[in-house]
């Protein structure tokens, strides 16, 4: 978590922009993202590395759109906590 909050920090002071709204839009980009691929990549590395069965109640999009939403809503609401500190920071 801390290195996506330098990473957010270093977007944050690249983009002359509003940070709060700016780490609510990363977070959620972010977390859509994550949420396409996760279950490719879990399960080719589960499949391909590890050669065990793929199991996939652990992955988001099992789920359904409650389980995307979650991590979508999770990554958001991490981006715009780090643009808040990152704002009191700034400010103080």
Known sequence: GVVFALVYALLFKAIDSDVIIL???IGAV?????AMMMG???GVFIKKVLNAPVVDNFLPSSGGMMGIAGMVIGHAVFGLVVGIVYKLVAEA
Do not use: S
């Open 23 to 25: 780490g609510v839009i």
């Open 30 to 34: 972010h977390g859509l993202a994550l």
């Open 40 to 42: 490719q990549i879990l």
